[in-house]
């Protein structure tokens, strides 16, 4: 007779087991699922968002210091769009695939995109 290490699980543990190993990988993929939504919603909603307001910029003058702000956010938008790239483009081995990633200074390695400093009383960013 076989020994279980002293103990001798039921039927019942022995099912249960059984049903938590299973259960296991489905809830990681649906975990998955949701990440996958989520992103493709959130760049769906950009491009949304960006269609509806770039059009009526027509004939539109900005200073330098308008310029500098819309500059400063479309690098932080790149820097999420690389961020994204990055992450779902490397293979389970957590190593990147062919295709090298941009550079960009607006990012710590392997974090989200810094938050730029705003000192409204010199006007630095």
């Known amino acids: 007779m076989r020994s279980y290490g002293g103990a001798n699980p039921s039927g019942k543990d022995v099912q249960a087991q059984f049903g938590r190993e299973e259960a296991a990988p489905q809830l990681q993929r649906r975990e998955h699922s949701a ?17 509806r307001i770039v059009p009526n910029l027509k004939g539109e003058h900005y200073d330098d210091t308008e310029r500098d ?5 479309l690098a ?10 990055n992450a779902v483009t490397r293979d389970g081995a957590g190593s990147p695939r062919s295709r090298p990633r941009r550079s960009n200074p607006c990012r710590p390695a392997g974090g989200p995109p810094r938050r730029l400093e705003h000192h409204p ?3 630095r960013h």
């Open 35 to 51: 990440q996958f939504m989520d992103l493709v919603a959130a760049c769906a909603q950009f491009v949304t968002t960006v269609g």
């Open 69 to 73: 702000t819309i500059g400063r956010g």
């Open 76 to 85: 932080r938008v790149r820097s999420a769009a690389d961020w994204i790239e």
């Open 121 to 123: 009383a010199d006007g």
